[in-house]
């Protein structure tokens, strides 16, 4: 049974977060946060693991009795997940939470759905002993001496013609005198981040500012990111800087790439498509960086869900790089098995299909007085190894700020 009935005022999601634990997904004051578990859904590996979890928590929703006294968007039972970058990797997990609190529009509301009372697909029970995917593993990080020797090895190889564009993490490990606090790291985060995308689910949070999908009924948008830029320190130099990114041919060039891969994902899936023609400039606390429109209408019946969706887009050249298969070759030979779910879609999707889905970027997985920071860069033939590095350390400042360390 699941229940949702609205609520009288329109609360600070994170200050409602329990103390430790719980999911969050919160963009300028409005999204979801939960916590307790109805149910957790199977991952598994694989090229298909999207479209199974897909069509588990399609069965798995839309078989609940549910009360939904508010309707709309994010109302009644949701499942939030986080998939891992790799189709290797057994990190990914999708759960239901037993309570959930939203906000949109200016309506607040709450959705109990209790545990037990979802059927998983499987048969298997609806409670699970525990996470479903496992943290990444905090041993042999690519640090900085070790990504830039990578970025070498990268460009190489890019020059050599093996491939055109990879992406590679920065990964730094680092340690607190007592356990990180959850809440306050992601009340940091939205509050210096607004446009960005604070989640949190199974001890990993971050900030992202890329949409990789969003569903709405039949209406579909995603915003690929590729090219950064640090702000100015006075408005003249913002707007120099931004209009250098705008004429870099090397950042045009990595973005070009990212916005095709995104493209070719959703062209078969949309009865119409428009992209912006030119990227336009996304700018947040410290960094700036290119970002094209992509929206569309979705076609076919049933129309695909936002998970499944997600799972025909990842991995974008904006994460990954291009070709697909010969970038993520490359990724494993340089990075090995330590990505984790840096860089692989995090978000929700509810019994209809509507969702909105992220790539887990300027992130950390936690645990205890350990964190792991990940930031990325895409390599190109003109990469240099210190501005990339640069940059990376950039991308790293929003999470290693909101751990106060």
Sequence with gaps: MSRTEPLDEVPDLIARLPAAGGVAWVRGGEGFIGWGEAARVPVGTGPRRFQAAASLVEELLGTADVDDAVGGWGTGPLAFGSFAFDADSSASALVVPAVVIGVAGGKAWMTRTRPGSLDPPDGEGARASGPGGSPAAFDGPLDEGSFTRAVEAARDAIRSGRLDKVVLSLQVLVTAASPFDQRRVLARLAGEYPQCYTFAFDSFVGASPELLVRREGRALRSQPLAGSSRRGATSDEDDELGAALLASAKDRWEHDLAVVTVVEALHPLCRTLRIDPEPSLLRLANVQHLATEVAGVLSGDPVPTALSIAGSVHPTAAVCGTPSRKALALIRELEGPNRGRYAGPVGWVDAQ???????????????????????GCGIVAQSDPSAELEEARLKLRPIHSALEI
């Design 353 to 375: 299909g509507d969702g909105e889905w992220a790539i887990a970027l300027r992130c950390a997985e936690l645990s205890g007085t350990s964190a792991r920071l990940f930031a």
